[in-house]
C-alpha cells in the first residue's frame, strides 16, 4: 500500500515538474526574442567581416592572388554564419537560460529587456562593445615592449643561475 502510494506521489510530481521545465522554457524561448541575439550575432559578424577586410587591407597581398585571398574570406565568412546561424543555435541557449536561471529570474530578466531601459540597453550594446575594445587595446599597447622586458629579466635571472651553478661545480 505504501508502494502504491509513492508511485502515485512519484507520477503526480514528474508532470508537474515537467509544466515547471516548460514553463522555464517558455520564459526562456521569450527571453531569447526580447533580446534579439540574432541581431546581436549579425552586427558581431559584420564587425568581425569588416576587422577581416582592414587587416587584409593592410597585409599587402600581391595584386594577382588578392581575388583567391578574397574568395577565401567569402569562403571563411560563409563557414562562420552557417556555424553561428542562430536558428541552429537558438535551442541550445534556449535550454542553457533555463537550465542556469530560475523561473523567478527568468521572469524578471523578461521584464527589464521588455522595459524602455532594457531595450536601450540592448540597442546600445554594440556601442558599449567597440568601446570597450578600443579602450583595451588602447591600454594594452605597450603589452609586448612589457613581455619583452619580462622576457629579457628572465633570460638574465637564468644566465646567472647557471653561472652560479657552473662556479659552484668541482673541478672547473
Known sequence: ???LRMLVLIALCIPAGMAADQDKRALAEELMAVMHPEKMMDQVMNQLSGTVRQQLQTMNVPE???PLVD???QDEMTYLRDKLDWTKLKPQFVDMYADVF????????????KS???QAFLDKTPVLTQRSITMM???MTDLPAHLEEMNARLRKQI???REQEKSKTPGQ
Open 116 to 118: 524602455p531601459g532594457g
Open 159 to 161: 644566465e646567472e643561475k
Open 64 to 66: 594577382d592572388t588578392k
Open 102 to 113: 530560475t523561473e523567478g529570474e527568468l521572469r524578471e530578466i523578461v521584464a527589464f529587456y
Open 71 to 73: 574568395q577565401m574570406m
Open 137 to 139: 587595446q588602447a591600454l
Open 1 to 3: 500500500m505504501i508502494a
